[in-house]
């Protein structure tokens, strides 16, 4: 099933998902990687880089939304597509939470805010996985043509697949 948001022949979504997932799950590597050496500047650094991610998650979800709409009711892709999309704003909101209670002192946030952040990277990692079993094993945002031998995205949608040698 190809995506609906598309830009260049490549999903939107599928694009864009790198940024919240890298800069949250690497603001809190940050923050451990403080708590561990007493480095309050990377604790400093979490905190702008929490606020990038929910910008950047909330952005890939209005094109997650887009694509989850097309998937056909009844279908695990319907069902999987929902628990990764709900998972994922439990994800931002979660990440929303340790980023407002840091606020008063983003160099010093205390360990609620830390660990808030950490089962929120736990649910991330469940629910990456589960938009790659939409993509990889359900085919949610593959162009229909797609084979080894499709040409380029660019120059327009696959066309059907190669006959099996």
């Known amino acids: 099933m190809e995506a609906r948001a598309k830009l260049f022949g490549h999903p939107i979504h599928q694009m864009l998902i790198a940024f919240p997932l890298g800069v949250l799950g690497m603001s809190l590597f940050f923050d451990l990687i ?10 400093q650094a979490s905190f702008y880089m929490i606020a990038a ?16 709409l097309a998937i056909p009711g009844g279908t695990r892709a319907k069902r999987i597509g929902l628990l990764h999309g ?5 994800v931002v909101a979660l ?4 980023w407002w209670l840091r606020r008063p002192a983003p160099s010093a946030p205390g360990i609620l805010p ?3 952040a950490a089962v929120a990277v736990a649910i991330a990692l469940v629910t990456g996985w589960l938009g790659g079993e939409l993509v990889d094993r359900l085919g949610v945002g593959v162009d229909d043509g797609a084979n ?10 696959a066309r059907g697949r190669p006959a099996a040698p």
């Open 34 to 43: 403080a708590l561990a050496t007493s480095r309050p500047g990377l604790l």
């Open 53 to 68: 991610g929910i910008v950047a998650g909330l952005v890939a979800a209005v094109f997650g939304l887009i694509d989850f």
């Open 86 to 90: 709900v998972g994922n704003v439990v």
């Open 95 to 98: 990440f929303a939470a340790s």
């Open 114 to 116: 830390v660990a808030i």
């Open 148 to 157: 080894l031998d499709a040409p380029s995205s660019l120059s327009g949608p």
